[in-house]
């Protein structure tokens, strides 16, 4: 998975607390994905944006959750407010287009594992 | 979205060849099929993708009947390190929400 890099790789948030992950896309990257991964579980898309520009955001809480990728810099997925349930993996992706066929695959960084005490 | 259907754990001795099969019935004509593959604490990695009949890599083989209605991932003598959760997952090119289910958890035995 090298590339796409998140950090922080572990973050341990108490309830009521701000979380905020960062991913910086693979080089020549221009779109973003973020999802998140319950124990036993698959990946949950969240949110895909471009450059200053959400695109899709459809997965995400309505409340507390935001995200961004500025012109300059990493995205950033904001969690405020943090609760037990928050706790989770989260995931990013990035791709040189969107879609994700025609040789086109996402791909993922390693994640930030966030845990709520 | 296609949902569908591949076996929740799989073991397998090592240097055997491994194929999961996944099922997705309700494929649509402009689907792309998509495996990755998932070591505990790392993200998915993009393994194979084909459209229909036999794609193959340097890591595995993705075989597509003609109704496209299944698909069969296969490994080639497996090692203890392919030890991972398998994903198929299946959508239209344009598509950027990856959809994936509970993958298939291979565990290779030495």
Redesign the interface.
Known sequence: ?AG?MQNPRHLVRRRGQEARLRCSPMKGHS?V?W?R?LP??????MV?LQKENI??E??MPKERFSAEFPKEGPSILRIQQVVRGDSAAY?C?S?PA??????Q???????T?LSIL | LAKTTQPISMDSYEGQEVNITCSHNNIATND?I?WYQQFP??????II?G?KTKVTNEVASLFIPADRKSSTLSLPRVSLSDTAVY?C?V?????????????TKLSVIP
């Open positions: 998975n796409v779109h994905y999802y991964q036993e579980e698959g990946l949950k898309f895909y695109i899709d459809s997965g995931f992706a791709s969107s879609g994700t066929g025609d040789g695959p996402q791909h993922f960084g390693d994640g594992r | 792309y998509t604490s790392q993200g998915p990695r993009f993708q459209y994903y997952l959508g239209d090119p344009g598509s950027y929400q990856l959809t994936f289910g509970k993958g």
